[in-house]
Nanobody
Framework: VQLVESGGGLVQPGGSLRLSCAASGFTFSTYIMSWYRQAPGKERERVATISSAGTSTTYVDSVKGRFTISRDNAKNTVYLQMNSLKPEDTGVYYC?????????WGQGTQVTVSS
């Protein structure tokens, strides 16, 4: 089982990034997928979640209207489009896959929002 995140980096405030998470080793289309983030000295928080079919999404209040989670079950990939980035969005972003009895995590990708 693997979840491999990519797309992180350094961006100026107001900029955009698109994170990707490529999954393998499990039946991706049956898993609820989420993006979490962890800022230095803070607990990990769930940023966005998408249902297995991609028909339902939820977001933490701080990113509503700026971030969009999506998935392509044919490519076993989940995305996080991040617009209007703020310094407080800085952190390590993790991909998570949750099934009935299993919970998978990626290794994380660093996002830094700074001028």
């Amino acid at each position: 089982v693997q979840l491999v995140e990519s797309g992180g980096g350094l961006v100026q405030p107001g900029g955009s990034l698109r994170l990707s998470c490529a999954a393998s080793g499990f039946t991706f289309s049956t898993y609820i997928m989420s993006w979490y983030r962890q800022a230095p000295g803070k607990e990990r928080e769930r940023v966005a979640t998408i249902s297995s079919a991609g028909t339902s999404t939820t977001y933490v209040d701080s990113v509503k209207g700026r971030f969009t989670i999506s998935r392509d079950n044919a490519k076993n990939t989940v995305y996080l489009q991040m617009n209007s980035l703020k310094p407080e969005d800085t952190g390590v972003y993790y991909c998570n896959g949750r099934g009935f009895t299993t919970d998978y995590w990626g290794q994380g990708t660093q996002v830094t929002v700074s001028s």
